[in-house]
């Protein structure tokens, strides 16, 4: 059975009765879902191209279809599970990509038996942080029949970049950083820049004086010297017997301590490498069917690369796993290959700045990007698969529970590249 997406408030009054309006009655919701249409479209954030000395080129759109099983099978869900939302993080515009937002966004969750489905799941968007991220909250029932599966669908339009190194190492530093980019300075989950490791590494890369060159060759030396002390395995998610569970990532700080780590770690250690010395920078969770160059077609996966900003211009893109080895003897006033001018990240699709939306805190049994209610208390990420039971705390008082079969939640990505995209979304004009 069809149900319209109730809302949250709505939940507990859903039918499973359908019946056909009167024309009138048609008539009426058609008008209102053009005024919430145009209304949601004009709530999203402007397109936001980069400016001189970067610049993007060569559009192309994708279609994205995000799949996750949480194979709950108890008749309620976790303890708080039924008034917490499962969240999916958006990037609806950025310097280098924006979701078209004449195509809908599509959300449906399956519920054992029961199929809720929102066609224009815009409506439920809000804007969340890290600063530029959006949230799809996805409302769970009272009780479970069955296990539960959602699914997100949207169309993107992404870009290659190019960077002017020569105009990009003129850019001096700044008093203050403007707009989104000051709120990335400070420490994240996964990106513990405040550590004194990193306050040691960007003096060990720099010396005293940590403004001596401008913020691009900063930058660049900094990342140079992240790629030369940690070694990397290159994977970028945990996998299941059968499927990705989520991403692999232990941390910045774990990674330095250790002298190694995941792709994604990679990534944490330069990101948290670049706050530490007062450059902006961020992480960035997206999805390709591409390799990591973007030469031929992979099976659909998860990616995650960088950026850090340049004042005045926009966020200049990175890929630590493409730089490490490449760079070492390479001068600064050069191009980099995996830095500024990537003609592959419009194979990207970026969809989060954060592992796990709304906090690692709120991952459901493994990191990310999506979160629900934690499986259980004190949970580790990812729990261990090879787990038989988990305690399910029926109440508060969590020292009561019993032990519920255990299997691990999966994911299913699907990504698939439609040709030749845009430069600017397509504007919805108000009837």
């Given at each position: 059975?069809?149900?319209?997406?109730?809302?949250?408030?709505?939940?507990?009054?859903?039918?499973?009765?359908?019946?056909?309006?009167?024309?009138?009655?048609?008539?009426?919701?058609?008008?209102?879902?053009?005024?919430?249409?145009?209304?949601?479209?004009?709530?999203?954030?402007?397109?936001?191209?980069?400016?001189?000395?970067?610049?993007?080129?060569?559009?192309?759109?994708?279609?994205?279809?995000?799949?996750?099983?949480?194979?709950?099978?108890?008749?309620?869900?976790?303890?708080?599970?039924?008034?917490?939302?499962?969240?999916?993080?958006?990037?609806?515009?950025?310097?280098?990509?924006?979701?078209?937002?004449?195509?809908?966004?599509?959300?449906?969750?399956?519920?054992?038996?029961?199929?809720?489905?929102?066609?224009?799941?815009?409506?439920?968007?809000?804007?969340?942080?890290?600063?530029?991220?959006?949230?799809?909250?996805?409302?769970?029932?009272?009780?479970?029949?069955?296990?539960?599966?959602?699914?997100?669908?949207?169309?993107?339009?992404?870009?290659?970049?190019?960077?002017?190194?020569?105009?990009?190492?003129?850019?001096?530093?700044?008093?203050?950083?403007?707009?989104?980019?000051?709120?990335?300075?400070?420490?994240?989950?996964?990106i513990e820049s405040?550590?004194?490791?990193?306050?040691?590494?960007?003096?060990?890369?720099?010396?005293?004086?940590?403004?001596?060159?401008?913020?691009?060759?900063?930058?660049?030396?900094?990342?140079?010297?992240?790629?030369?002390?940690?070694?990397?395995?290159?994977?970028?998610?945990?996998?299941?017997?059968?499927?990705?569970?989520?991403?692999?990532?232990?941390?910045?700080?774990?990674?330095?301590?250790?002298?190694?780590?995941?792709?994604?770690?990679?990534?944490?250690?330069?990101?948290?490498?670049?706050?530490?010395?007062?450059?902006?920078?961020?992480?960035?969770?997206?999805?390709t069917n591409k390799?990591?160059?973007?030469?031929?077609?992979?099976?659909?996966?998860?990616?995650?690369?960088?950026?850090?900003?340049?004042?005045?211009?926009?966020?200049?893109?990175?890929?630590?796993?493409?730089?490490?080895?490449?760079?070492?003897?390479?001068?600064?006033?050069?191009?980099?290959?995996?830095?500024?001018?990537?003609?592959?990240?419009?194979?990207?699709?970026?969809?989060?700045?954060?592992?796990?939306?709304?906090?690692?805190?709120?991952?459901?049994?493994?990191?990310?990007?999506?979160?629900?209610?934690?499986?259980?208390?004190?949970?580790?990420?990812?729990?261990?698969?090879?787990?038989?039971?988990?305690?399910?705390?029926q109440t508060a008082?969590?020292?009561?529970?019993?032990?519920?079969?255990?299997?691990?939640?999966?994911?299913?990505?699907?990504?698939?590249?439609?040709?030749?995209?845009?430069?600017?979304?397509?504007?919805?004009?108000?009837?």
């Open positions: 059975m069809i149900f319209v997406w109730p809302t949250l408030s709505s939940m507990g009054k859903m039918t499973q009765n359908t019946r056909r309006l009167p024309i009138g009655s048609r008539f009426f919701l058609f008008v209102v879902f053009l005024i919430v249409h145009v209304a949601v479209a004009e709530t999203l954030p402007a397109d936001n191209p980069p400016s001189y000395p970067l610049q993007r080129l060569n559009p192309k759109l994708h279609d994205i279809t995000i799949s996750v099983g949480i194979p709950w099978n108890q008749a309620y869900p976790p303890q708080g599970g039924a008034s917490t939302p499962v969240r999916w993080p958006i990037i609806p515009r950025s310097n280098w990509a924006f979701a078209v937002n004449a195509q809908p966004l599509v959300a449906d969750l399956k519920n054992g038996q029961q199929f809720l489905k929102e066609p224009n799941a815009w409506r439920l968007c809000k804007a969340v942080l890290p600063s530029g991220q959006w949230e799809l909250p996805i409302p769970i029932a009272k009780k479970c029949y069955g296990s539960l599966n959602f699914q997100v669908r949207i169309r993107m339009n992404s870009f290659s970049s190019m960077l002017d190194e020569n105009a990009a190492s003129n850019i001096g530093w700044q008093e203050k950083w403007q707009g989104d980019s000051k709120s990335y300075l400070v420490p994240s989950d996964f405040s550590n004194e490791i990193f306050t040691q590494a960007v003096h060990d890369a720099l010396g005293e004086n940590t403004h001596s060159m401008s913020v691009h060759h900063t930058a660049k030396t900094l990342i140079r010297y992240c790629l030369q002390n940690i070694k990397s395995d290159g994977q970028y998610v945990e996998r299941s017997r059968t499927s990705v569970r989520g991403l692999a990532v232990n941390g910045a700080a774990k990674t330095v301590e250790s002298g190694s780590g995941t792709a994604c770690d990679l990534v944490c250690v330069c990101v948290a490498t670049l706050r530490a010395a007062g450059i902006p920078s961020r992480p960035v969770i997206g999805l390799n990591f160059v973007g030469t031929y077609t992979s099976e659909s996966r998860y990616m995650v690369w960088a950026e850090y900003a340049l004042p005045g211009a926009g966020w200049v893109p990175f890929d630590p796993k493409r730089m490490q080895g490449t760079v070492d003897r390479v001068l600064l006033k050069d191009q980099w290959q995996g830095l500024g001018s990537m003609p592959f990240l419009n194979t990207r699709i970026p969809i989060a700045f954060s592992f796990v939306v709304d906090g690692v805190k709120n991952a459901y049994d493994a990191i990310g990007p999506w979160s629900w209610i934690p499986i259980y208390k004190d949970r580790p990420l990812p729990v261990p698969q090879n787990f038989n039971s988990i305690p399910w705390y008082n969590e020292e009561t529970y019993l032990l519920v079969p255990y299997s691990p939640s999966t994911q299913q990505l699907g990504v698939i590249s439609l040709g030749s995209g845009t430069s600017t979304p397509p504007k919805v004009e108000q009837q």
